[in-house]
């Protein structure tokens, strides 16, 4: 009799990862999807017609997907087209401080020292250095390792590695760490929103979030048609291979039998045999026990005060005036502390939102080929209580008058109308991904253990694994890709172990 295949829950980036490896190592895959396309937090929405990326906006760590391309047996520039940036993003305090970063540091430091200074300019390539080193130190280590372990690390870095570990300061905090490079409180203001790409807050995030200086400036890449055509195109690479993806196949529990994962019971009653699973879904569904109590032993939920940042969006078509906007744009709050404190501490929206701002349209210069209205993403940050405190109507309205008057204090006009308008609120992102509260990020990165507190690729149940953003190595689009393929190979080898 054929083997039963392996099942994948979850059509996310990671479980198509898993799906792409599997099928290339000739495994039968099947992947279980309960929405009517693939992506995840890859998203998109439609505004008259129009599609708009809903989710992440630029990919980073290309190496990672060729690598996976090149296992499919091809090569990623066959099925993606890719931009590569030369502004990263533009930086703007009020209508008359802007500051572009580049992919080119030169040009960084020359844009700093023109905006802050030339001693501000030296701290930023001492900066850029030890980023670098940052994340030398952790990519073999750390990052690409199936679990997160103090001891694998000190183990991997060896008697002389433990200075290099006791450099990259993991018991400092990003904000504190910052203030070694950076005297204008604007410049630590800029870089320490990298703790922001994980959910967290510069001030409780760890040191080491820095190495995320590093990965900018080895690659960032805009993708034509849309991020979510990488969803898209793992897809047809996963079914070209064999895999097959069943879409409108919510999974009800996941069935286990004498410790080892058994099925998948979908919530129309059908049961799909698997030899063994990869669960791509926020680690909590399974700790809560929304795939079933016996399920709930392979990962524990995490606490709510623990949980990375939501998110409040607006998917815009309209006219904009005003602000030369980049492709990304950062419009900076004038208390940044307060608007941590407000989402953190308080579990409210923030008093003043810093807002992201994604013209879908331009390139990273800000041109456009043509004038009328453009499709955006403004994003500000905001509490994952999603699943027990929905914000009211009111509070998502006096959020959004104080989101677009900051904008329009930056000289920034968006010409809006509600029709044109989808709005992604905490509780949305919740119902979007289970077991979430509306958190994007999984477990927040605040203090040192909290990296080694995600969880590993394999669990204590048999045959059952996990994948996504919300697990290790941590969120985006490349780490939920690796996390992926770790857990396929994971499984791989404890097949071949079972069976020697």
Known sequence: MPEEPVVVVGAGVAGLAAAVELAARGRAVTVLERGSTPGGKLREVEIDGRRLDAGPTVLTLRGIFDD???VAGTRLEEHLSLTPVSVLARHAWGPDAQLDLHADPERSREAIGLFAGA?????????????????????????????PSVAHLVRHAGLRGLGALAAISPFRSLWSALGDHFHDPRLQQLFGRYATYLGSSPYEAPATLMLLAHVEQAGVWLVDGGMHRIAQVLAQLATGLGATIRYAAEVRTIEIERGASRAAMLT?????????????ADASALGNGSLGAMAAAAAPAVPVAARSLSALTWNI?????????????????????????DIFRRDSLPTEPTVYVCAQDRDDLGRRSDTGPERLLCLVNAPPTGDRRPFTSAEIESCEQRTFTLLERSGLRIRRTPERTAVTTPADFNR??????????????????????????RTR???????????HPGPGVPMAALSGRLAAGALIADSASTRR
């Open 68 to 70: 996976l391309f090149d």
């Open 119 to 147: 001693a501000e300019a030296r701290r930023y390539t001492a900066f850029l250095t030890r980023s670098r080193h940052v994340y030398e130190t952790l990519e073999a280590s750390f990052i690409r390792a199936p679990a």
């Open 268 to 280: 129309s009653g059908e049961r799909v045999a698997a030899s063994a699973v990869i669960v791509n």
């Open 317 to 341: 078509v309209a006219q904009t005036e005003g602000f030369a906007l980049s492709r990304h744009t950062v419009f900076f709050s004038s208390d940044y502390r307060r608007e941590f404190e």
């Open 432 to 457: 979007l991904f289970p077991g979430s509260g509306g958190s994007l990020y999984g477990r927040a990165s605040h203090g040192w253990r909290a990296s080694f507190q995600r969880p590993g690729v």
């Open 461 to 471: 149940i048999r045959g059952l694994y996990l994948a996504g953003g919300s697990i």
